[in-house]
C-alpha cells in the first residue's frame, strides 16, 4: 500500500460514486497528500472490510447506501447529529485509536440551501417528502436552523410518525400521509424519497408550495429529475437537485478527516458544466 494516507468510500453499488473525484480536488486544493478510492463493500462482510481497512492503516471512511445504519452500529463513537439520526456516513479514526462516526448528510444539505443558494430555513415551513436514511440525516440539522415547522409525509405513514416522534424535543415537527396534505402550504418542499431514481414522483396534491417557495430533491442526476421537473411545473422560484449536498457534505466529512475546510464553488461549477455539456 501507498504511504499516502487513505480514505475511501464503501458501498454497493459503489461504480458510480463521485466521492473519488471529489475529494481527490479538495485533497489538491488544499495540498493534502491522500488517497481516496471507493471499494464495494456490500452488508454482509461490512464489519471485515472496516476492520481490515483500519488495520491497514485506513484513516477515513465513507458510508453509503445500504451501509449507514450498519456504520452507525461500528462507531466506538458518534457526534449529537450522527447519534440522533442512527446513520452514519462517515468514520474517521481517532488519536486514542477509538472510531468515531459522523453524518454529514444534513449539514451538507444545509449548507448547499444557505451558502450556495440563499434559501432561508428560519421561520420557514418545510415539508419533507420521504422517512427513510436520508430524512433521518437531514431533520436535526434542519431543525438547528429554526424552522417555523418541519412537515413529514411518507407512503408509509408509521415511519413518518416515527421519526417525528423521534425529532420532537428538537422543534415543531409533524408526521402525515400524502393525501393529509391538502389544503396544507410550504416554503422549501424537500424529496427525500428514492422516487427519482426511477423516474418517479410521490403522490403529490395541487398548490403545495408557496408562492416564492424552492423545491430540492436530495438524488441528482444528469437530467432533471421527475420532483425537479414537478418543481418547475408548480413555479418554484429555485428547483435544486443533490449534486450541491453531494460536494458539501464530502466537504464536511474532508475538514473531520484533516481539520482543513475545502471550498466547494469551484468543484460544483465543474461538476455542474459537465451535465450540461
Ligand atoms: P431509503 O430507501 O432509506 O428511503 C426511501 C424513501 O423513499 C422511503 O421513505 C420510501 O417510502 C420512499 N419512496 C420510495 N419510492 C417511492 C415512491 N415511488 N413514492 C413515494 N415514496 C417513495 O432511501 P434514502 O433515504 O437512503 O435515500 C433517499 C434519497 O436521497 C435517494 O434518492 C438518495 O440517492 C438521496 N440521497 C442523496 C444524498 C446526497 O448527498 N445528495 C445523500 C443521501 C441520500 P416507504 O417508507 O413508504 O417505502
Known amino acids: 500500500m501507498s504511504d499516502k494516507d487513505q480514505y475511501a468510500v464503501f458501498g454497493s453499488p459503489i461504480k458510480h ?101 440563499a434559501i432561508q430555513l428560519k421561520g420557514k415551513r418545510v415539508l419533507i417528502l420521504g422517512a427513510g436514511g436520508a430524512s433521518r440525516g437531514i431533520i436535526g440539522p434542519i431543525q438547528d436552523e429554526l424552522p417555523e415547522s418541519i412537515t413529514v409525509a411518507n407512503r408509509t405513514i408509521g415511519k413518518a410518525l416515527n421519526l417525528a416522534t423521534e425529532f420532537a424535543h428538537k422543534g415543531a415537527i409533524s408526521a402525515c400521509g400524502y393525501t393529509e396534505l391538502a389544503g396544507l402550504s410550504f416554503d422549501l418542499i424537500i424529496n427525500a424519497t428514492s422516487a427519482s431514481l426511477s423516474d418517479d414522483l410521490p403522490p403529490l396534491v395541487e398548490g403545495l408550495l408557496k408562492e416564492q417557495g424552492s423545491c430540492y430533491d436530495l438524488a441528482y442526476a444528469n437530467e432533471p429529475t421527475a420532483f ?50
Request: contains cysteine.
Open 17 to 117: 460514486s463521485k466521492s473519488p473525484r471529489i475529494h481527490q480536488f479538495f485533497a489538491k486544493q488544499t495540498h493534502q497528500d491522500l488517497e481516496y478510492r471507493a471499494v464495494l463493500v456490500p452488508a454482509e462482510p461490512f464489519e471485515q472490510a472496516v476492520n481490515d481497512f483500519f488495520a491497514q492503516g485506513g484513516r477515513g471512511l465513507n458510508c453509503t447506501v445500504p451501509l449507514k445504519e450498519l456504520a452507525w452500529a461500528y462507531a466506538d463513537k458518534k457526534t449529537e447529529r450522527a447519534e440522533l439520526s442512527k446513520a452514519v456516513n462517515t468514520l474517521a479514526l481517532q488519536s486514542d485509536g477509538s472510531i468515531l462516526g459522523d453524518n454529514t448528510d444534513g449539514i451538507g444539505l444545509v449548507t448547499d440551501l444557505k451558502k450556495n443558494n
Open 228 to 277: 425537479v421537473r414537478w418543481a418547475h411545473e408548480q413555479g418554484a422560484l429555485k428547483s435544486l437537485d443533490g449534486l450541491g449536498m453531494l460536494i458539501e457534505q464530502a466537504a464536511e466529512a474532508f475538514y473531520l478527516w484533516r481539520g482543513v475546510r475545502p471550498t466547494s464553488a469551484e468543484l460544483i461549477g465543474v461538476l455542474e458544466a459537465e451535465r450540461v455539456s
